[in-house]
């Protein structure tokens, strides 16, 4: 019988315009212990470098801290870039982390070399680096079939993929799970041909959920999210959240470009956003068109107040959809 989806929160320890990186990463752990007490699933953190909005820089650091704060959660990474780090010290500090915390981890890996040239020459990475010799090197060494004895040793943690449609069929022929967000969620046709591939597969869909008193309100907590990655990806300056007065003012004057405007309205159009009610409808159609089995949702309202009660909302409404069912299939 259906069951309803796994409910993890993606926390990339945002930056608000009023608080320092500090705070942030404080925040993240805050956040972890909130929704570990709500009943939800999992907890995973990011990888971003140099970036004044994003400060989850050290990810299985991070992940160490969150783990010490919680005991239930499953906590996990999304993700660690894989081309940017040798493999075989990414399986020595997820093993570190398995053998402190057993049951409870997961890492997540991206293929792409991602971040920006200056900042992958700090991270030492080779200047062409092969990302799927690199995943089959990180699953040797953490299901000991590596020249060196890979310790901690303790039994293999989950693997996660970070995938779009090319993704999708290296994660099916190594028999991974995937994450998947993005255009993957309209079109449905990777993840079926995932399903034929590695059937019994596991999908999580990474996702921007904000549950509300209205559709309004929902909107309003959205727009700092909007604006920011708006502004990122045309003027390359990913800062601190703006607070929702200074996102609206910035959309309804001459704050934002056209171009940065429509980003704006196509990230609120992805996102799943509207009273208890209007959530639980969009979040069942999402699931009964993909068949997924996890839901990994990446808000981060401005107000930590509001995220809370965002964070509650969700982990209450989320028993009530029906997921896995398999329907991309």
């Known amino acids: 019988m259906p069951t309803a989806p796994a409910?993890?929160?993606l926390d990339r320890s945002r930056t608000r315009s009023s608080g320092s990186d500090a705070d942030a990463v404080r925040a993240t752990v805050r956040r972890a212990q909130r929704v570990e007490a709500l009943g939800v699933d999992g907890f995973w953190v990011a990888e971003h470098h140099g970036v004044p909005g994003v400060v989850g820089s050290a990810p299985t650091v991070l992940l160490a801290a969150v783990a010490a704060a919680t005991t239930r959660l499953r906590v996990g990474t999304?993700?660690?870039?894989?081309?940017?780090?040798?493999?075989?010290?990414?399986?020595?500090?997820v093993a570190t982390l398995a053998a402190l915390h057993p049951g409870r981890v997961e890492v997540g890996v991206g293929r792409s070399p991602g971040f920006t040239a200056p900042v992958r020459r700090a991270l030492g990475a080779p200047a062409s680096a092969d990302a799927d010799e690199r995943l089959a090197e990180l699953l040797d060494w953490l299901r000991g079939r590596g020249p060196v004895t890979l310790r901690p040793q303790v039994p293999a943690p989950p693997v996660w993929l970070l995938a779009t449609g090319e993704g999708l069929r290296t994660a099916a022929r190594l028999g991974l799970p995937a994450v998947v967000g993005g255009r993957l969620l309209r079109d449905v046709e990777p993840l079926r041909r995932y399903r034929r591939e590695h059937p019994g597969g596991r999908v999580g869909l990474l996702i921007d959920v904000v549950v509300a008193d209205d559709a309004e309100a929902a909107r309003r907590e959205l727009l700092p999210q909007a604006v920011a990655l708006?502004?990122?990806?045309?003027?390359?300056?990913?800062?601190?959240?703006p607070t929702p007065g200074e996102a609206a003012a910035a959309v309804g004057s001459a704050g934002l470009t056209g171009r940065e405007r429509a980003?704006?309205?196509?990230?609120l159009a992805d996102a799943v956003a509207g009273t208890p009610g209007q959530v639980r409808q969009r979040l069942q159609e999402v699931l009964d068109r993909t068949g997924a089995d996890e839901l990994l949702v990446a808000s981060t309202p401005y107000d930590e107040d509001v995220e809370a009660a965002n964070d509650a909302r969700l982990a209450a409404l989320v028993p009530e959809l029906v997921g896995g069912l398999r329907t991309a299939g």
């Not at 708006?230 to 959240?241: D, H, I, M, T, V």
């Open 7 to 9: 409910l993890s929160i």
């Open 78 to 93: 999304a993700g660690v870039m894989l081309p940017n780090h040798r493999p075989f010290v990414v399986a020595e500090q």
């Open 230 to 241: 708006a502004r990122a990806r045309s003027r390359g300056e990913f800062g601190p959240l």
């Open 263 to 267: 980003d704006v309205e196509r990230y």
